[in-house]
């Protein structure tokens, strides 16, 4: 089942809450911008496995874009003192955020475009 109509606007507009929050939070540790740049987009290699099959780039992207694995490293960063694992698990969840404003979702093992989102792409819901 995918989000349509005011529930997919609202969950958009979640994920803009939550890289907002995750960026706010950066900035108040007064970590590098220089490493959230080049960092961001860290998550999106797993991309790469959707060239082997498409049910791999579905699991791997999911993997990758859920909230579960971010926030266990930013918890383990904070349990531990550990300012790489808090840095990196903020700006896991900004990218995360990110992605879930602009309407890309977690994938199901049909297609890339077919995300708990909608359908990404041209297409209208019907």
């Known amino acids: 089942m995918e989000a349509i109509g005011k529930i997919k606007v609202i969950l958009r507009f979640e994920g803009a809450a939550i890289l907002m929050m995750a960026a706010l939070a950066y900035y108040q540790l007064s970590f590098s911008w220089v490493d959230f ?4 987009f860290i998550p999106d290699i797993a991309l790469l496995a959707y060239l082997y099959n498409t049910k791999l ?4 992207y999911n993997l990758t874009h859920s909230l579960i694995g971010a926030l266990l490293v930013l918890t383990f ?7 790489l ?9 900004a990218h995360i955020g990110f992605d879930r404003a602009l309407g890309y979702g977690l994938k199901y093992s049909q297609g ?4 708990h989102l ?8 019907t």
């Not at 890339?112 to 995300?115: D, L, N, R, W």
């Not at 909608?118 to 819901?125: E, T």
């Open 118 to 125: 909608g359908k990404i792409g041209n297409q209208k819901h």
């Open 77 to 83: 960063g904070f349990t531990t003192h550990l300012q």
């Open 85 to 93: 694992g808090i840095q990196a698990g903020l700006i896991w969840v």
């Open 112 to 115: 890339f475009s077919y995300t």
């Open 37 to 40: 740049a080049w960092m961001f």
């Open 57 to 60: 780039g579905c699991i791997s």
